[in-house]
C-alpha cells in the first residue's frame, strides 16, 4: 500500500504542471508493488489521432511514464532513457478503457528493464500494444 | 516546392485540433521532397520533462509524426503504425531548436520504413536521437 | 501432441542442412502448442562468444528462429522477418541449459507478432534476454 | 590504415576457433577508421535459411558483430550488448554481394551506441536490412 500510494504521489507530482507530461494528466495508478506498476485510462479526443484512434505517440509515452514509474517503485531513480521500443497490435478508440502494465525485467546499478503490456479493457483485454525501456539509472553516465 | 506546401498543410491539419497531435503544435516542416521530411521545434516547457529535458515521449511522438508525414509525401496514406524503435543519445533543453530528419527507407504495397534522426541545432547539431518506425500503408491489415 | 511433433519436426527438418539454421542444430522443442513453441540448448563453445559468453549473434537467432516455429505451429507459413528486437540482460556460460519461450502475441491475415524469453535454468531461470519478432506472413508483400 | 589492419586483426582473431564468430569466417574487413567499420561477404548456402535467402539470424549476427569492431575501432573494449534492433527491407540470395557499413553514433563513458546499413551490392545498394545496436562498454555493469 505504501508503495501504491507513492506512485500515485510521483504521478500527480509529475502530470500536475506545464510540462510534456501533462499529457498523462487522466493516467491513474491503480496498482503497484516493488518493480511494478499498472495504470488505466479511459481514452477521450486528447489522446486519439485525428483517424480516431490511440495515438502511437501517446502510446509509446505510456510505455515511456509508466516505466519510469516502475523502475522508481524498485527505489531508483528515474533516469535516463536509452533505448525504448514499442509493438503496435490493436487499435483502441474514445471511451475504450486502457490498462498500462509495466514491470522491470532487471534492475541493475547502472541500468534498469522494463517491459510494458498496453490492453483494451473494453475489447476483451486485447493487447494495443507492447513495449520495452532500457534505462540508465545511475548517477553519471 | 508542391510536396514541402503539401506536407505543411498535412501537418497543419493533423496539429490544429482537440487530438493527440496538438502536441506538436510548434512544429514547423521546413523541407520536404519524395518520401522525406525535415521540421523544426523550438523546445519550450510543454516539451519538456519535469526535470527540464525533452521527454522520451515527446521524442517518440516527433518520430512518429515526422516519419508519417514523410511516408505521405511518398504519396501513400498515414497508415498504421506496427513497430517503432527510439535510441536516445543526448539530453536537450527549453530554447534548444530541434531538427527532425524522416526519410522513407523503403515505400512498398504493405509496408513502409522510415529512419528518424534527431539533432540538436543550438549544440553543433548533436544526434539527440535516432530512431525506426515501420507502418502498414495497405488498405487492409 | 500433434502439434509438438509437428514443431520436432520442423526444427528437424530446418537445422539439417548446409544452411544458417545448422547452428541451431542442438536446440531441442520440448513444448508446443498453438502459436507457442519452447526449445531448450546446452551451451557449448559453438554458441559462445570468445569471451566465453552466449553469443549476442545466436541468441538473437534464437529469438528468430523459435518465434517463427512459434507462428507456423499457429498453422501458418514461415513468413518474413519485418522487424525483430533483443534485449540483452544477463550472460550465460558453456554447460547453462537455456529456455527459449516463445509466444505469438498476434497473427493476423498479413503480419504476425511473437514474443521471446530465453531463461537460464542452470540460473534460477534468471532472464538472459527477451526480444519481439514481428513476420510478414501474408503470400505477397 | 593503422586501424583498418587492426581491425582486420580483430576480425580475424575472433572468427578464427570454434566460437558462434566462425558464421563470420568469409566475412571481410574492407574499410575501417576511428568508430567505423565496413564488411562484406559473398552469401554461400552458410548465410542462408532453407528457403535460399539471407538468415535473419545471420543478418542479426552481422549487426551485432561489425558495430563491435566499430566500437573496438574507437578503442574501446568489446562491451556486452544491451539492446539490438533490426528491420529487414529486401531479401538477398545465393552468390549476392552484401556490404555491412557499422557506425558509431555515439561512444560515452558507460554506453556506446551504432548504427548498421546491410547493403546488396548485387542488387544496386539496395538496402537488406538496419539495424541499432547498445552496448555496454564500461568495466562493471
Known amino acids: 500500500m505504501a508503495i501504491l500510494r507513492n506512485a500515485q504521489r510521483i504521478m500527480k507530482f509529475v502530470t500536475n504542471g506545464p510540462s510534456f507530461d501533462s499529457v498523462m494528466t487522466k493516467v491513474e495508478v491503480v496498482a503497484a508493488s516493488h518493480g511494478k506498476c499498472r495504470c488505466e485510462v479511459t481514452l477521450d479526443e486528447s489522446h486519439l489521432n485525428r483517424g480516431g484512434s490511440l495515438h502511437g505517440g501517446f502510446t509509446a509515452t505510456l510505455v515511456d511514464s509508466v516505466s519510469t514509474v516502475a523502475v522508481m517503485c524498485a527505489d531508483k531513480p528515474p533516469g535516463v532513457s536509452v533505448d525504448m ?10 471511451g475504450d478503457i486502457i490498462e498500462i502494465d509495466a514491470e522491470c525485467l532487471k534492475v541493475g546499478k547502472t541500468l534498469a528493464f522494463a517491459t510494458v503490456d498496453i490492453r483494451n479493457k473494453s475489447n476483451g483485454d486485447r493487447l494495443v500494444a507492447q513495449g520495452r525501456h532500457t534505462k540508465h539509472i545511475a548517477q553519471q553516465s
Do not use: V, W
Open 85 to 94: 521500443n514499442i509493438t503496435y497490435l490493436s487499435p483502441a478508440k474514445e
